[in-house]
């Protein structure tokens, strides 16, 4: 009998001990997006209050304001995304774009292509070209030309794993990717003009679920539509918190499509 108690006591004090550590990963894990994202920065945001910078992440993600790490807001923060963050030194901006205040001058703009490993550089290529195309459209003030000159082109976009420079001779980038899921693409505003893809994920035209001929399923992020988003960064535009916004910070797959909201930013600076 007293053995029994003795096993069940310590498969109790067990199981404590297991959801406290999933606690503190959590807050750990939390208190590092907040701060990577801006929600929490002294220097950026000017914002050092914790439930604070949750209320404000609540809110931007249309979120049930609680000023804690619920499971809704856990969950959010786990989703994969663009590594650019959400709030900046004008604080937070809801419901309509935001631009980050620089812009490009010169509207005839260059870019350089280093390929991923997934698909045939051709394909990348082509799909590059679409991505550019969608804010051409939209600002026609606004013309791109690609170029192998890496060096001289205005915007440079590459892959690359965990600690990555960028295309062939480019620096090495400060911000480090994180492996498969979370940050999957990030970006610089004018007129720094770098894209950088993780090439820890796997990227098809559209994204989603794929089965190939030797894997049996991988999920795969859009490359049109994350490309679309990390143009509008290299443009000026911030992230969005109009959810259908191509410049909303979560990953999404299929075919881009700019919303009204996307033109306003895009037109403010380039109309
Ligand atoms: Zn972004
Ligand atoms: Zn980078």
């Known amino acids: 009998m007293f053995l029994f108690l003795v096993v069940i006591s310590l498969l109790l004090i067990d199981g404590a001990v297991c959801e406290l550590d999933e606690e503190d990963d959590d807050t750990q894990f939390a208190l590092l997006y907040l701060r990577h994202y801006h929600y929490l920065s002294p220097e950026t945001s000017s914002n050092t ?22 499971d809704d807001t856990m969950y959010e923060m786990k989703k994969p995304r663009c590594g650019d963050p959400d709030v900046d030194t004008d604080g937070l901006r809801l419901k309509r774009y935001a631009t980050v205040g620089r812009q490009w001058s010169n509207t005839t703009l260059t870019y350089s292509f280093s390929p991923g490993a997934d698909m045939k550089n051709k394909d990348q290529l082509r799909i590059i070209a679409r991505a550019f195309k969608y804010w051409s459209d939209a600002a026609p003030k606004l013309t791109f030309t690609r170029t192998n000159n890496f060096n001289k082109s205005d915007i ?14 480019e620096r090495q980038c400060p911000y480090d990717f994180d492996g498969q899921g979370g940050v999957i ?68 797959n299929g075919n881009p499509k700019l919303d009204q909201d996307d033109i306003d930013g895009i037109i403010s600076l380039y109309g």
């Open 49 to 70: 209050n914790t439930t604070e910078a949750i209320e404000n992440f609540q809110k931007f993600f249309g979120l049930t304001v609680t000023g804690e790490l619920d």
């Open 156 to 169: 440079r976009i590459s892959f690359g794993k965990l600690t990555h420079s960028g295309v062939p001779g």
């Open 185 to 252: 693409a990030h970006a610089y505003y004018p007129t720094e003009g770098r894209i950088h893809f993780d090439d820890d994920e796997h990227y098809t035209e559209f994204g989603g679920s794929v089965v190939g001929w030797w894997w049996n399923k991988r999920q795969t992020r859009g490359l049109l539509y994350t490309a679309v988003h990390e143009i509008g960064h290299a443009l000026g535009l911030k992230h969005s918190d109009v959810k259908d916004a191509v410049m909303w910070p979560l990953a999404k």
